[in-house]
């Protein structure tokens, strides 16, 4: 599958599956471009993939939104003691700082976590985007904790790190969509670690969704 097929995959409202790097994570996500997002996406990642469904959003959309880093907020809370401090991760064992930010719900939602309520609160979270009142809508309409992670990614996108957070916000760009992704990682069940970038060509044939590997998008993103 070429990089024109997943950007008309996204576009259509339909997965895209995004391969890191052997030298990264080593895994492959199912990706969606939130603003399409339904109740099915959810059922789909949460029964094909399995791993943590996140949310991706681009780095001027958090700024606008005063997010930040989960351990940026960890190691300045006082309530955290120096060395309860010791756990927070800096940098991931493949050399990446985590991307984890703040997790939340809808304030619709009930208990957050069935495929409506997290399809809600993507889809709703992907619509502030570009909103001129963006951080009081968000503040009014959402909570935390809630059952969405959110994934902040970088300034600079793939110069500044080559994640699936990037990866797949930088997918979203290329397609003229709104920056935001639904992203899931693909476990196996069988071997009980991440699916392998073989089985996930063979499910990406099997089900006819795009497989992109992240080493033609640093060299496209080169390019380009």
């Not at 996406?41 to 780095?59: F, K, T, V, Y």
């Not at 809808?106 to 502030?128: F, S």
């Amino acid at each position: 599958m070429t990089l024109d097929e997943a950007i008309s995959s996204l576009r259509r409202g339909e997965f895209v599956l995004l391969y890191d790097s052997g030298k990264r994570e080593n895994e492959v996500d199912m990706v969606v471009a939130a603003q399409f997002v339904t109740p099915e996406h959810i059922s789909r990642m949460r029964q094909n993939a399995g791993g943590l469904i996140c949310m991706a959003i681009d780095d001027s959309f958090a700024k606008s939104l005063s997010l930040k880093y989960m351990h940026s907020i960890l190691s300045q809370s006082v309530d955290i003691d120096s060395d309860s401090k010791k756990m927070i991760m800096g940098t991931a064992p493949y050399g990446d700082h985590p991307t984890f930010s703040i997790t939340i719900n809808h304030r619709k939602t009930y208990t957050g976590i069935t495929d409506k309520d997290r399809a809600m609160t993507i889809k709703e979270m992907a619509q502030l985007y570009g909103s001129d009142d963006a951080k009081n809508q968000f503040t009014t309409s959402f909570v935390t904790p809630g059952h969405v992670p959110l994934l902040l990614a970088s300034n600079g996108l793939l110069t500044k790190r080559q994640g699936h957070t990037e990866m797949s916000v930088y997918l979203t760009q290329l397609a003229n969509l709104t920056p935001v992704t639904a992203i899931c990682e693909m476990m196996d069940g069988q071997t009980y670690s991440a699916f392998t970038p073989e089985k996930a060509q063979k499910f990406a044939k099997e089900n006819a969704i795009p497989f992109i590997d992240g080493k033609e998008l640093l060299e496209y993103a080169k390019v380009h």
